[in-house]
């Protein structure tokens, strides 16, 4: 990205733009902008060698200027394009590329300092899923999206206040339709200019690093759309996307499938990926749809998809492309994360590539996801009979660094929001979800929660709208958010919770059989002797007396209650704390009597 697209520098002395871009089959290359009336005719570009890349410098032409290519195909057709290494757009729905040049003074050094001796794996990590355009509206419903830097006055507040350690951003890589969230993308170096300028963009990342929030933004390396301007068949051949359609087209959303056996192909991704991790400050990238990636023959029925050199499904191409890219970026910045949203049972996801895996940092849990979601729809009378929708994913819980992901993806579509999943009527689909939420903190893996499910949302999440800020006036979604806040105080002052997440050690069954009773109970281990139990009664009837194997003898503190008042719950509790006896009960060395609450998790502590 240094070589490549537009850059505003001086030449012998004369200040202007160089440019350059990659059309290997094109006759001819020329830039037209509002420097040149758009007359292509004025400033053709030279071809350099055998590269396929052609140059231009321009005098006397800044920061600001709108451009595009004007390209004559191998077949004599001119056709007109963005610059894909664009750092800069003009905001939908114009479509040209804008000559940028960053002047930001970055203020975010103690962060990036303190992430260097940072291992994520063995550290809290609580994210926070962001749409910008929909988070809150500037005047409300009637107002339009607030700008990056009308965000960065209030986002990063909120964000650090509920005590998440990170936010994911839906795509901010411009995209020119609003409705795909951003998942099919046209200038991958440029953050979109709906929200402002790419500087403007630098300084949302600074003040969140500045209020100890991480960054991790959503990348889509996967595939990109057909519009006639951008990357489709660029230089009048297919170069970024596969010439074979069994490979190079999506089926189910009718885009375009990278070439990731094209050298210059997985050049232009990874230096994309490193680009916004070293250009943008961000600290991590979930990869979009990694699963469609990996087979050929995803989505796509017999005679559709063509197999790979061995005869198998397996796109092997785009399995070095994901290992190269994981290699790269962590050899160049170690203290970052990448995020694989990989839905099949490939192995080795996160697993190191110098072991044969994928290289990726962490993998989304979206079995966890699907079966937790089931189970807390069920009325608890039938519990009983799903028992294992809760208990089946500690069997692989272990296989993965696993993140426990309630996305943007399950409040869509008709599958409501989140709170509306539950079953009940109104108090016990908030104490279902409040029990959830502590489950899932509790539970081996990271957390990610989109926006809104933080306080409630009745309604689904729809990208043209603000969420719904004014339900914070109901104390019932009040006490829902107040719950989240303390769940991440608690969790980030817990090392048993995330200090060996991937370790099976880390976790133990206490009794995961009571079915009958709808109860669960487990105990977290960190190092050195540090642990913590969760119990969960999942049934709308209270449960006292009952005895529960404790790791040790002595004093519990009941430092997490999701049936408090506090929360909107009905208060039912064991008084701040218990006291274990030394009597053996549930293949542990010490018990105690419990008070179960309905519909509720219980974190509990020795003192």
């Known amino acids: 990205w240094r070589r490549m697209g537009a850059h505003v520098t001086v030449s012998d002395g004369i200040p202007g733009a160089s440019f350059a871009v990659w059309a290997p089959n094109a006759r001819s290359v ?66 040209a590329s ?67 350690t990170h936010v994911e951003f839906m795509p901010v890589a411009e995209h020119p339709f609003g409705g795909s969230w951003g998942y099919q993308v046209t200038g991958y170096f440029a953050p979109t200019a709906r929200y402002g300028d790419p500087d403007d963009f630098r300084h949302l990342v600074d003040r969140l690093h500045q209020r100890g929030v991480g960054v991790i933004v959503d990348w889509v390396p996967a595939h990109f759309p057909r519009d006639a301007w951008a990357l489709a068949r660029f230089d009048g051949t297919a170069l970024y996307e596969h010439v074979d359609p069994r490979r190079g087209e999506h089926p189910d959303w ?110 989304w849990n979206m079995g966890w996801m699907h079966d937790t979601l089931a189970y807390f729809s069920h009325d608890p009378i039938h519990r009983r009979w799903h028992h294992n929708e809760l208990t089946f994913g500690l069997m692989y819980a272990h296989s993965e660094n696993y993140v426990l992901p309630l996305s943007h993806d399950e409040v869509v579509h008709g599958k409501r929001s989140l709170l509306d999943k539950m079953a009940g009527d109104r108090w016990q689909k908030f104490a279902n979800l409040r029990a959830l939420y502590a489950w899932m903190w509790a539970h081996p893996g990271k957390q990610l929660l989109f926006m809104g499910g933080e306080f409630g949302q009745w309604r689904e999440w729809s990208e043209m709208r603000e969420l719904d800020w004014h339900l ?79 790791p040790a003898a002595g004093v519990y503190d009941e430092i997490l209650n999701t049936d408090s008042a506090l929360y909107g719950g009905s208060d039912v509790g064991n008084l701040g704390s218990v006291t274990a006896q030394g009597r053996p009960w549930h293949a542990m060395p010490a018990s105690a009597e419990l008070t179960l609450p309905p519909l509720a998790t219980l974190w509990l502590a020795p003192r």
């Open 472 to 550: 914070l006036g109901e104390a019932d979604h009040a006490g829902l958010a107040r719950l989240v806040g303390d769940l991440n105080a608690r969790y980030r002052a817990s090392p048993a919770l995330w200090r060996r997440d991937s370790d099976p050690d880390g976790f133990e069954w206490i009794d995961a059989n009571n079915a009958d009773a709808n109860v669960l109970s487990f105990v977290r281990r960190g190092d050195g002797g540090e642990h913590l139990v969760c119990a969960c009664n999942l049934s709308p009837t209270p449960r006292y007396g009952v005895r529960t194997g404790m």
């Open 98 to 164: 804008r000559v940028y040049r960053s002047a930001y003074a970055w203020g975010d050094g103690d962060w990036l300092a303190a992430r260097r001796a940072r291992q994520p794996l063995h550290e809290p990590l609580s994210v926070y899923e962001v749409h910008l355009g929909s988070w809150r509206h500037g005047g409300g419903e009637s107002g339009g999206p607030l700008s990056y830097r009308q965000l960065a006055e209030t986002l990063p507040d909120y964000v650090a206040g509920l005590g998440f």
């Open 254 to 363: 009718g885009t375009l499938v990278f070439n990731f056996g094209r050298n210059e192909v997985r050049n232009f991704l990874v230096a994309n990926a490193l680009y916004w991790l070293e250009e943008l400050h961000v600290d991590g990238l979930r990869v979009d749809a990694v699963a469609s990636m990996l087979y050929l023959d995803y989505s796509r029925k017999a005679g559709e998809w063509a197999p790979n050199a061995h005869g198998g499904r397996e796109n092997l191409e785009a399995v070095d492309f994901l290992s190269e890219m994981n290699t790269i970026v962590y050899g160049r910045n170690p203290d970052v994360l990448t995020i694989a949203e990989e839905s099949t049972a490939w192995p080795g996801v996160s697993r190191p590539t110098h072991l044969g895996g994928l290289g990726f940092g962490f993998k």
């Open 30 to 95: 020329r830039v037209v902008g509002d420097f040149n009336s758009w007359d292509g005719r004025l400033h053709p570009m030279r071809l350099l060698g055998g590269s396929g890349i052609w140059e231009i410098f321009l005098p006397d032409v800044g920061s600001g200027a709108h451009y595009k290519y004007e390209i004559v195909t191998a077949q004599g057709d001119l056709v007109t394009r963005a610059d894909p290494y664009a750092s800069a757009t003009e905001a939908p729905p114009g479509t």
